[in-house]
C-alpha cells in the first residue's frame, strides 16, 4: 500500500473532535498546572502579608501621641486648719487624721493604644514632702480616643506628724484656697532584671475638686527594701565600744 495522498485522510487520527485543537487544550492544561503553585504561594504571601503590613500602618497615626494622666481631689477632711493655727507657736508637730477623696483620670488619645493604671497601684498623697495619706487605687485602662476616669480613690493616713513649717504654711494656703498636694501613683513593684515601676506624679488643688494638669510619667527601676534584721544588727555593731570589742 502506497501513502496517502495528500488531502485524502488526515494525517493524525484527534478521535473526531477535528482540527489541531486538542494539542492546545493540552497544552493549556498543563500551562494551568504549571503555574497554579506560583498563583496560590502568592495569594497565601498576600493573606499573610496584609495584616503585617496593616497594622503598621494603623499605628502610624498614634505616632507622636501619649497618654495624659491627671487627678482631682473630689473631697477632703481631716486638715483642721483652726489646730494648725492655734499651735503656730508649739514646735512639737500636729497630729492629724487627712482623709482624701481623689478622681484618677486617663486620656487616651491613640486608637490603636492602651493606657492603663495596673492593678495593686497604690495613691500616696504629700504635702511639702510630708507624706499625709495612702490608698489602693484600682486597677483600669483608657483606650480608643476616650477619656476615662475612676472615682471615690480613698487615701487616708492616721496621727500624721505634720511639722511645724508644713502646718503653718497648709494653714495660710487653704485659707486662701490656693493649697496643693502631691499625688503619687505608685505601680506595684517587681524585683527582677528587666522589670520597672510606673510611677505617676501629680500636683492637685484642694477644694476645687478639678482635674490636675497632666501628670508627669516615668517608669523606675525598683530596689529590694532594706531587710530589718540587717539593719539592727549594724545597728549594734555601730553600738559596740572598743573596750567590748577587745573582750
Not at 486538542?22 to 493549556?28: E, R
Not at 498563583?39 to 503590613?53: E, K, N, R, S
Not at 494653714?171 to 502631691?182: F, K, P
Request: proline share 9%; with cysteine; hydrophobic share 35%.
Amino acid at each position: 500500500m502506497g501513502a496517502h495522498a495528500s488531502g485524502t485522510e488526515p494525517l493524525i487520527d484527534d478521535g473526531g473532535r477535528g482540527g489541531g485543537d486538542g494539542g492546545c487544550c493540552s497544552n493549556a492544561r498543563e500551562l494551568f498546572w504549571d503555574i497554579l503553585p506560583a498563583v496560590l504561594g502568592a495569594l497565601a504571601a498576600l493573606v499573610f502579608a496584609v495584616p503585617l503590613l496593616y497594622w503598621p500602618y494603623q499605628m502610624s497615626f498614634d505616632n507622636g501621641k501619649y497618654p495624659e494622666y491627671s487627678v482631682a481631689v473630689a473631697g477632703f477632711s481631716g486638715l483642721d486648719v483652726d489646730a494648725a493655727a492655734a499651735g503656730r507657736a508649739t514646735p512639737t508637730p500636729t497630729l492629724l487624721d487627712p482623709t482624701f477623696d481623689l478622681t484618677v483620670f486617663i486620656k487616651e488619645p491613640r486608637r490603636w493604644s492602651t493606657a492603663c493604671v495596673p492593678r495593686g497601684t497604690t495613691a500616696v498623697v504629700s504635702y511639702r514632702r510630708v507624706r499625709l495619706a495612702s490608698g489602693p487605687v484600682p486597677g483600669f485602662c483608657g483606650q480608643n480616643e476616650n477619656a476615662t476616669e475612676v472615682g471615690n480613690v480613698m487615701a487616708w493616713g492616721t496621727a500624721v506628724p505634720v511639722p511645724r513649717f508644713a502646718r503653718d504654711t497648709l494653714a495660710d494656703e487653704l485659707g486662701r484656697g490656693e493649697a496643693d498636694v502631691d499625688v503619687k501613683l505608685m505601680g506595684p513593684a517587681r524585683y527582677c532584671a528587666t522589670c520597672y515601676q510606673l510611677v505617676i506624679e501629680c500636683k492637685a488643688r484642694l477644694g476645687r475638686g478639678e482635674a490636675s494638669p497632666p501628670c508627669t510619667v516615668r517608669y523606675d527601676t525598683p530596689t529590694l527594701p532594706d531587710d530589718p534584721a540587717r539593719g539592727r544588727q549594724q545597728a549594734r555593731k555601730q553600738l559596740r565600744t572598743p573596750q567590748d570589742s577587745s573582750e
